[in-house]
């Protein structure tokens, strides 16, 4: 039985790169953020769900989902997005489970990454609680570089989620990534040490 480890962090604090290190380790995983974007393209009863409820503004010119409108109307409106967390939380719950655990996969562990890991129901699909470290104003910066996106934006945007201090408390293992690249690699190499030991 391979155990499901979930790995967050606040938005800009590194979940893909630590992703990608585990998985030099032979270790797989799946995005939650990627698989929320699978579950809204073209052609999907979901994104024509949220055509109708939002209207075709929502959409960018090749009939995809233009997120950053939609990111802008919910993060001002949380009725707006009570419901698109509604349509949208079980499809990608859905999808994720059958993304977590592939055929002939033979390590003790796989990892769920999901920024929204213990804010929505998905810390119920894991074992383990990986959570990455970084302070507020490297997020804000990170981010900012990452994504165009303006300070209050970015804010706003941090505000929605759990505060670190709160992630920090739910957390079995911490990664801190306010450091070198070696140095986070030597924390992720002792993790699965203890992983493998916990759940092997």
Known sequence: MTAV???TGGIGSGKSTVARLFGELGIHW????????????????????????FGDHI????????RAALRAIVFRD????TWLEGLLHPLIRQELQ?????????????ILVSPLLLETDQHTMVQNIVVIDVPVET???RTMA??????SQVERIIAAQMPREEKLKKADEVIDNDVSLNDVKR???AIHKTLLVAFG
Do not use: F, K
């Not at 799946?30 to 949220?50: C, K």
């Not at 949380?78 to 997005?81: F, I, M, T």
């Open 5 to 7: 480890i979930g790995l």
């Open 30 to 53: 799946v995005d939650a953020d990627d698989v929320a974007r699978q579950v809204v393209e073209p052609g999907t009863p979901a994104l024509e769900q949220i055509r109708q409820h």
């Open 59 to 66: 959409l960018d010119p090749q009939g995809g989902l233009d």
């Open 78 to 81: 949380p009725d707006q997005r």
């Open 98 to 110: 059958r993304q977590l655990v592939p055929e002939h996969y033979d390590q003790a562990y796989s």
């Open 139 to 141: 997020q804000i910066t």
């Open 146 to 151: 990452r994504d165009n996106n303006d300070r």
């Open 187 to 189: 924390q992720v190499e």
